[in-house]
């Protein structure tokens, strides 16, 4: 399997920073302790269309890479657990909006990650499709608002991993 680009959740590396790994790229944002962290590993070539990149939180790292007719912003998220306070999940997305706003209206903004919520297998118009599982959840309903008010579409790749209905499903979440 050929993969361009790869989000990464639960990195648990402290700070942030960049390597190579063998001829690709791995960009990365930690906190202070070796919990939670993202990051975005770039093959060879996506890797060269790197514009800059900026270490959000421990739980958001957003990508810039320059293209052609439109640039693209990748923004690589890991979610507060269901278990976790509201005011932790209002953060989250505060920093997704703050990632946001370090890319282009016009830009193509693609969100990936670990959103650790259940969308359901409801279509909702514009925001879920029918791929979904199981019974939307609490951080589900809340992501599915955001998605609707931040015009931006739910996307399951339950196709590339396979797992049961209980668990979560990690989303790609394109802006419509």
């Known amino acids: 399997?050929?993969?361009?680009?790869?989000?990464?959740?639960?990195?648990?590396?402290?700070?942030?920073?960049s390597m190579k790994l063998g001829r690709n790229l791995l960009i990365y944002s930690g906190g202070h302790t070796n919990e939670r962290g993202v990051g975005i590993l770039f093959d060879v070539t996506t890797a060269k269309s790197l514009g800059s990149w900026c270490p959000i939180s421990d739980r958001v790292v957003v990508a810039k890479l320059i293209a052609k007719p439109l640039n693209l912003g990748i923004i690589q998220v890991y979610a507060p657990?269901?278990?976790?306070?509201?005011?932790?999940?209002?953060?989250?997305?505060?920093?997704?909006?703050?990632?946001?706003?370090?890319?282009?209206?016009?830009?193509?903004?693609?969100?990936?990650g670990d959103f650790n919520a259940k969308v359901g297998?409801?279509?909702?118009?514009?925001?879920?499709?029918?791929?979904?599982?199981?019974?939307v959840n609490e951080r589900g309903s809340r992501l599915i608002e955001w998605c609707h008010v931040?015009?931006?579409?739910?996307?399951?790749?339950?196709?590339?991993?396979?797992?049961?209905?209980?668990?979560?499903?990690?989303?790609?979440?394109?802006?419509?």
């Open 121 to 135: 297998d409801e279509r909702v118009e514009d925001v879920v499709g029918p791929s979904g599982i199981g019974t």
């Open 150 to 176: 931040n015009e931006f579409s739910i996307y399951h790749h339950k196709y590339l991993v396979s797992k049961p209905p209980s668990a979560t499903v990690d989303l790609e979440v394109p802006r419509r």
């Open 1 to 17: 399997m050929k993969l361009n680009i790869l989000g990464l959740a639960e990195v648990r590396w402290k700070g942030a920073g």
């Open 81 to 112: 657990t269901s278990d976790g306070e509201d005011v932790e999940e209002e953060k989250f997305y505060e920093e997704i909006k703050k990632a946001k706003g370090f890319l282009k209206s016009q830009d193509i903004i693609i969100v990936i």
